[in-house]
């Protein structure tokens, strides 16, 4: 089974014949489907240290440049310029750092959203489980004030209305039915055949097969997004780096010409060498 199927647009009868609404899934097949697909949980990478995190906002072209211009203040004797450009880069520093930890937390903020337990059909018994040991083709069980653990498409419905304002911002719970195929271009709160992980169930009862798990699923690939924010710079950042490097290439060969000028008009090196800089 392919986590990645539009299962929206997959009709109730192809659907039925991938499970056994009967027994569910058998030990045998959860063991071999959780050694293909892992636990039903959010994965999250090796997270820097603070003080990492602020080192690396001095990977910048125009911050170095800044840093070295603070420098060459210093030892002219402008020391108040070098203290103001220093507090500039620190400030700037600190910003990034919160920024970055806030897409953290962020990031944190959908873990909790969890469902910690889930009821599923197993070898014909209805079991309650904790939900990372939810696997694909799992049949959940859905009723009034649980927690959605997983994506799932619905198999049955009794007046099921499930809140998905997490996922789509819509705070008016919506109606399910799965009895309908819809097109594989649906929005996501228009997919009222489907539930969804982190959602809520505010009203009825839903059986549903499971097809998305852990970063599978819809809320995973939020969790994908936000940790990829963490790491790759936005394209205001790429440009000013950019902008550094030909500053930095610009002020370099000025300095040269500056002093090389000077040299030919036999003004004293050291002189030439302060004005320049």
């Known amino acids: 089974m392919s986590q990645h199927r539009l299962w ?8 039925m014949r991938e499970t056994n609404l009967k027994t569910g899934l058998t030990s045998q097949q959860v063991a071999k489907q959780r050694e293909i697909f892992g636990e039903n949980k959010l994965q999250e990478g090796k997270k820097p240290g603070l003080f990492r995190l602020f080192l690396q906002q001095f990977n910048n072209s125009m911050i170095i440049i800044l840093m070295i211009a603070s420098v060459i203040s210093y030892f002219l004797g402008e020391r108040t310029d070098a203290m103001i450009i220093m507090a500039i880069v620190i400030s700037n520093a600190i910003i990034g750092v919160v920024q970055e930890n806030r897409a953290e937390k962020a990031l944190a903020a959908l873990k909790e959203m969890a469902a910690p337990l889930a009821k599923v059909l197993r070898n014909g018994r209805e079991i309650i489980i904790p939900s990372s040991e939810v696997v694909p083709m799992d ?3 859905l009723e009034a004030g649980d927690r959605v653990a997983a994506d ?3 198999l049955k419905t009794s007046s099921c209305q499930i809140q998905e304002s997490s996922l789509t911002g819509e705070s008016v719970p919506v109606d399910k039915s799965e009895v309908l195929m819809l097109p594989a271009n649906s929005a ?4 009222i055949n489907m539930a969804y992980a982190s959602s809520n169930v505010t009203y009825g009862r839903a059986l549903g097969l499971v097809v998305g798990t852990g970063m599978h699923t819809e809320v995973g690939k939020i969790a994908t997004m936000l940790s990829m924010t963490t790491n790759d710079k936005t394209p ?3 440009k000013l780096d950019q902008l550094g490097k030909v500053l ?3 002020a370099l060969l000025a300095v040269i010409l500056i002093f090389i000028i ?3 008009n036999q ?3 050291l002189d030439m060498f302060l004005l320049s800089v």
Do not use: A, Y
């Not at 929206?8 to 659907?15: A, K, Y």
């Open 8 to 15: 929206h647009s997959v009709s109730l009868e192809e659907t």
């Open 139 to 141: 049949i959940l069980i």
């Open 152 to 154: 799932v498409r619905l």
């Open 188 to 191: 996501l709160g228009d997919r």
């Open 236 to 238: 205001l950042q790429k």
């Open 248 to 250: 930095g290439i610009g």
């Open 262 to 264: 000077g040299i030919m």
């Open 267 to 269: 003004k004293p090196v």
